[in-house]
């Protein structure tokens, strides 16, 4: 199962994670802030708290906000091309449509 096996804060609304996959990046959050449910964030001081959860294995904050590891992992490496079919099969990359012949 993936988690989250370390969190640093940075600045701004970034923070350098560290994962049980062994991949590692800093992932940078700010755009996630726009949603309703991630608004208390914009708050850099209150961002800035979030650490990683050994119980939740994931990055949390305060105000009991967190994030799946599966999108802190997409969020933080999403290029990575051995993860691509990893993405597909989680939903946060479209599926490839098959040719038609």
Same mark, same amino acid.
């Given at each position: 199962? @993936?988690?989250? %096996?370390?969190?640093?804060?940075?600045?701004?609304?970034? $923070? +350098? #994670?560290? $994962? !049980?996959?062994?991949? !590692?990046?800093?992932? *940078? /959050?700010? &755009?996630?802030?726009?949603? =309703?449910? $991630?608004?208390? #964030?914009? &708050?850099? *001081? /209150? $961002?800035?708290?979030?650490?990683? &959860?050994?119980?939740?294995? %994931? #990055?949390?904050?305060?105000?009991?906000? &967190? @994030?799946?590891?599966?999108? @802190? @992992?997409?969020r933080t490496l =999403?290029?990575?091309? +051995? /993860?691509?079919?990893?993405?597909?099969?989680?939903?946060? #990359? =479209?599926?490839?449509?098959?040719?038609?012949?």
């Open positions: 199962m @993936l988690h989250v %096996t370390f969190a640093k804060y940075i600045q701004d609304y970034r $923070f +350098e #994670l560290k $994962f !049980s996959t062994g991949h !590692s990046g800093v992932v *940078d /959050l700010e &755009d996630r802030l726009n949603t =309703p449910a $991630f608004a208390a #964030l914009k &708050d850099q *001081d /209150l $961002f800035a708290q979030g650490h990683l &959860d050994s119980g939740a294995q %994931t #990055l949390v904050w305060p105000n009991e906000i &967190d @994030l799946a590891p599966e999108y @802190l @992992l997409f =999403p290029h990575a091309p +051995e /993860l691509q079919e990893q993405y597909i099969r989680w939903g946060y #990359l =479209p599926s490839p449509v098959a040719k038609s012949a």
